[in-house]
């Protein structure tokens, strides 16, 4: 069983950054491949990022691409995302995921069998 707990989340200002993590338990972080999700109040969840087990492949979506990075640091057991030039638009609860395998990418929620609680991300304009 995999446990996922996000932290970091918080109140910023549109341009700042802010750097959000996902502390894995029950798996080695290499074995599986991660993933970012985000859902804005009365919106569907949405895929943010995603990463393989060992971190060669990252997969975006468009409307973060070029602002934010997901990564892993294997020495702590976690997998990042620093948000860069946050919008208001960007606002969401952010949720990470794990998938069962550690490859491919992938984007889609059905794709991923972990999920963490979730962490509320609030940019002001």
């Known amino acids: 069983q995999v446990q996922l707990v996000e932290s970091g989340g918080g109140l910023v200002k549109a341009g700042d950054s802010l750097r959000i993590s996902c502390t894995v338990s029950g798996r080695t972080l290499g074995s599986v491949a991660m993933g970012w999700f985000r859902q804005a109040p009365g919106r569907e969840r949405e895929f943010v990022a995603s990463i393989t087990g060992l971190g060669a492949t990252t997969l975006y979506a468009d409307s973060v691409k070029g602002r934010f990075i997901i990564s892993r640091e294997s020495s702590k057991n976690t997998i990042d995302l620093q948000m860069n030039t946050l919008r208001s638009d960007d606002t969401a609860v952010y949720y990470c995921?794990?998938?069962?395998?550690?490859?491919?990418?992938?984007?889609?929620?059905?794709?991923?069998?972990?999920w963490g609680q979730g962490t509320q991300v609030t940019v002001s304009s």
């Open positions: 995921a794990a998938r069962a395998v550690q490859f491919p990418v992938a984007r889609t929620e059905a794709e991923f069998r972990y």
